[in-house]
C-alpha cells in the first residue's frame, strides 16, 4: 500500500509541473493556478504517511532552475505550504470539503506573499495585482483536484 501511495504522489507531483511548465497566453497565464502547492496541499493533508517535506524542496530547487527564479525561492515557498498544512492537519480534516478549502486559503496567500516578497527583494517586479489571482484560481481549482485525487486514491472495491 505504501509503494502505491508513493507513486501516486510522486506521478501527481510531475504531473504538476508539468501542469506548471505548459505555456498559456498572456491572459490566462496570470491567473494559472498553483499547480504543485495545491498538489503538495493535498498530500500533506489526506496522507501523513506520505514524506513531503523533502520532495517539496527538491521540486522547488527545480521550478527554481526551470523559471530562473532565485535558488532556494520556489523550495522555500512549497515547504512553507506543505509545512503549514501538514501542521494543521488534525485541524483541516474536521471540516467539510468547502470549509477545507476556506481554511487553505492563507497557506496559498503565504506561497504568493513570500514570492512576491522574495521577487521584490531581487528587483524582478510585475503587477501587484496579478500576483494574487493564482490564489483565487487555486481556492477555485481545489474542489475538483480534491475530489480527482481521492477518486484515484481510493482502492478498487473488491466483490
Known sequence: MTGMLNAGFLISLLLALVLQMVVLPDWLAAARPLWIPLILSYWALREPRVPVLLPAFLVGLCCDVLF???????ALGFVLV??????LRA???LFPLWQATLALIPAWVAYAFLMFWIDGLTKHRGDDWLRW?????TSLFWPLVYTIMELIRQP????
Open 156 to 159: 478498487p472495491e473488491e466483490e
Open 82 to 87: 506543505t509545512f503549514l498544512v501538514a501542521r
Open 68 to 74: 530562473g527564479s532565485v535558488l532556494g525561492q520556489h
Open 133 to 137: 489571482l493564482p490564489v483565487v484560481s
Open 91 to 93: 485541524f483541516f480534516v
